[in-house]
């Protein structure tokens, strides 16, 4: 008994000793990060991101994991440390079983999980069933322990009640904050390790989801900044911290800069599914737009994702019935606002689509003196897989409900409890393209608050647009990148009054993995002297011009090698490369315009056929099988009081 006794009293010595040496391993580790932490965010301050960006950076700005009240219910189980290991190219293993890789890993990620209920999902999956009293979290439960189906059902009823702004009544706000504060620093933790300036650049973000009677008014909020400054604040969230208007949000952001010496800033998207509130011609609550407010949410909201999973927000047939390629990604997106608790009217069209905003912006501008729609063009994913994943034949789903299956394409899948919106709906895109210095935050985030970006709606073409008032095929012979700076603006500037006729050097390169490009266009917007918005999209360059014409002021289709049996497509038409030097023809030196560029793809492959090709799913009659892939650069813009 005796001997039992000292090794008894020796086992707990040794467990004595070890947990101090654990507890001061964890203080050590802590200290150590602490101590990285102020370091990069040191360097972070003193770098400087002005000069010629030379660097095209590929990333993620809106992706979501298991900390996300929706992603989580839905059934992912991949946390942000998975995430980012996907992002900077390595093999993770899916919620479903199966392996996941990008063929190409990304430069940067935003890790965007919601704000409201971080985490809360996760939470009641894990609770000891006794100890849940309310009687529909009990049944929410019982049903995400059901499987995959019950999962999905409360999912759908979750986002509803959030619609209805009725979650507050489920998670009491004090009880929410005191959550999201403390998985915010654990997650802030892993974001920092995984930052490696200069290869790969991991931001701290969240996303702010205010969305009435379903109405879609969601914004991404990005720092500038790291872990040392990301943690003095918590994440807005408009249940808890009841906010009901995005200038809410604003304020906040406002008061980490002024606390902290940081810097924000907030991408709206999904305008397509705002029922018309995004892009409003008056201020939240009607009036007219005030100078103030526009001149806030220009300063607050530098970009706006124009395309993602849940469709396209570019434009609409209805807006613009002289573009033929309007109605891309609109299928589905374009009958009712995000739960489908409001159908929509084509009054609610022109607040939905960003070129329309655009147009609106100068149209404001012209009364106030300021443009509150004078945004950047990026794509990202919205995924709620945690995979960062834009490829159509690598496309893992909206939510772990739809990863790559027999079935998915035809099946419904509603953002909550009303029918309407089918699987094939989904695209595989987005991305975002950052014309940087470098790669690291600065850098990245000074970028984008010059709008030098361009979205893509998943393939990697390299897009630079110019605005001078003389360049010339010249140009090109030299270093025209030099050149463009020095004799004109980039992409996301404003072009200042000169003499004769703005010009634009446009150079387009296909994916080097991708397919061929079929044309480049310009869109121009601007205001006529009655006041009136007006648009046109002008084709610029195309490939095979000796065969290909304008005929009736439309551009000759350059072809279509898809074939459908076996989801390929053949490189045989299209161009490589285009580029041109365009002036605008009709240019008014007395009317504020914009100009962005729309680069489109020869015709491609969706996501559903390979989804035949590999599973043997069925293919409908109304199922749009392949489309022309597209980047949509930042506006160059022209007003004649500059």
């Known amino acids: 008994m005796a001997s039992i006794r000292k090794i008894a009293l020796g086992t707990v010595a040794a467990a004595a000793v070890g947990a101090g040496l654990y507890f001061g391993w964890g203080a050590f580790k802590e200290s150590r990060e602490a101590s ?85 999902t996760r939470a009641l999956y894990d609770a000891p069933r006794f100890m849940i009293k309310d009687k529909t979290l009990l049944r929410w439960h019982d049903m995400m322990h059901e499987g995959e189906d019950g999962m999905q059902r409360v999912t759908a009823e979750l986002i509803n009640m959030a619609g209805e702004g009725k979650l507050a009544d489920l998670f009491p706000p004090e009880q929410s904050r005191k959550n999201t504060m403390k998985i915010w620093q654990s997650h802030t933790a892993i974001v920092e390790r995984y930052n490696e300036p200069g290869k790969f650049t991991a931001f701290m973000g969240f996303e702010y989801t205010l969305m009435p009677n379903g109405d879609n008014l969601h914004r991404v909020v990005m720092f500038r900044d790291g872990k040392l400054r990301a943690d003095q604040v918590r994440p807005f969230d408009p249940t808890s911290d009841n906010s009901d208007k995005p200038d809410q949000l604003w304020d906040y952001m406002d008061a980490y800069e002024k606390k902290t010496g940081g810097k924000m800033l907030a991408i709206p998207h999904n305008s397509n599914v705002s029922n018309g509130l995004m892009f409003e011609m008056v201020q939240p609550g009607g009036g007219a737009m005030t100078a103030d407010y526009a001149r806030r949410r220009a300063a607050r909201e530098p970009l706006v994702e124009i395309t993602q999973i849940k469709g396209d927000s570019e434009s609409h047939p209805f807006l613009s019935p002289n573009d033929e390629f309007a109605n891309f990604g609109d299928a589905g997106w374009e009958l009712g606002n995000l739960t489908m608790q409001r159908n929509k009217t084509p009054d609610m069209l022109g607040g939905d689509y960003v070129r329309e905003a655009l147009k609106r912006g100068l149209a404001i501008e012209a009364k106030t003196g300021v443009n509150p729609y004078k945004f950047g063009l990026i794509g990202s994913t919205d995924s709620h897989t ?7 034949d690598n496309f893992f789903g909206k939510h772990s409900g739809n990863e790559p299956n027999a079935t998915r394409a035809a099946s419904a899948q509603n953002l909550g409890t009303r029918q309407g919106r089918f699987g094939w709906h989904y695209l595989a895109g987005g991305y975002a393209a950052v014309w940087a210095t470098a790669n690291t935050r600065a850098a990245i985030f000074d970028a984008m608050m010059r709008r030098e970006v361009y979205a893509t709606t998943g393939p990697r073409m390299q897009v630079r647009v110019f605005g001078g008032w003389d360049f010339s095929n010249k140009d090109w012979a030299g270093d025209w990148v030099k050149t463009g700076y020095a004799r004109g603006v980039p992409m996301g500037a404003d072009l200042k009054a000169g003499t004769g006729k703005p010009s634009f050097l446009i150079s387009a ?71 041109t030097v365009w002036s605008d023809p009709e240019f008014n030196p007395g009317q504020r315009a914009f100009y962005y560029v729309r680069v489109l793809e020869i015709p491609t492959p969706r996501w559903v056929l390979f989804d035949m ?23 160059i813009w022209y007003n004649p009081t500059v």
């Open 36 to 120: 990285r932490a102020a370091e990069m965010q040191e360097a972070n301050d003193k770098e400087i991101t002005s000069g010629i960006a030379t660097k095209l950076l590929w990333g993620d700005t809106h992706l979501h994991t298991s900390n996300s009240i929706d992603a989580f219910g839905f059934g992912v189980k991949i946390g942000p440390e998975e995430a980012l290991r996907f992002a900077r190219g390595e093999e993770v293993k899916s919620t479903m079983g199966l392996q996941a890789k990008l063929d190409r890993p990304l430069d940067f990620l935003v890790i965007a999980d919601h704000s409201g209920g971080l985490g809360a």
């Open 386 to 392: 945690a995979l960062a994943t834009a490829d159509e």
């Open 509 to 579: 390169l296909k994916d080097p993995e991708g397919a061929n490009l079929d044309r480049v266009q310009v869109v121009k917007g601007w205001v006529d002297a009655s006041g009136k918005m007006q648009e046109k999209v002008f084709d610029v360059s195309w490939s095979s011009p000796d065969e290909r014409k304008l005929v009736g002021g439309k551009l000759t289709p350059v072809g279509d090698t898809v074939d459908i049996k076996k989801a390929t497509y053949s490189n045989s038409i299209g161009a490589p490369e285009l580029r």
């Open 613 to 635: 090709i590999r599973y043997g799913a069925k293919l409908l009659p109304e199922m749009e099988l392949k489309s022309q892939e597209r980047a949509y650069t930042s506006p």
